[in-house]
């Protein structure tokens, strides 16, 4: 997955971090990827390939292996992803 930052004004930031919450997603990121999805199935000529989550032990099996990342940042990713809406609070 790639990181991208963008910068809003606040009034923008506010409504983002308002109807997020009111919609029940988790994060903001979250919440702007469920928007750009929405309008990326519109455009035809443009498909997004599904998401299938794995197990959260696979991941941080995955993440230890390439040797890249502390332990103390893969645990951060896995506590991030057991708070997603996509993995909705289950153990790894």
Do not use: C, W
């Not at 750009?36 to 197990?55: M, N, T």
């Not at 896995?78 to 289950?90: A, R």
Request: aromatic letters at 10%; hydrophobic letters at 35%; zero cysteines.
């Amino acid at each position: 997955m790639t990181t991208m930052t963008i910068s809003l004004p606040d009034q923008v930031a506010q409504k983002i971090n308002i109807e997020a919450r009111k919609k029940g997603f988790a994060t903001r990121s979250e919440f702007i990827r469920n928007l750009l999805r929405d309008y990326f199935s519109k455009v035809e000529e443009f498909e997004l390939e599904e998401f299938k989550p794995i197990p959260l032990a696979q991941l941080r099996l995955e993440l230890t292996k390439t040797g890249k990342y502390s332990q103390k940042f893969i645990d951060s990713v896995i506590d991030g992803f057991k708070e997603s809406s996509v993995y909705g609070h289950k153990t790894a």
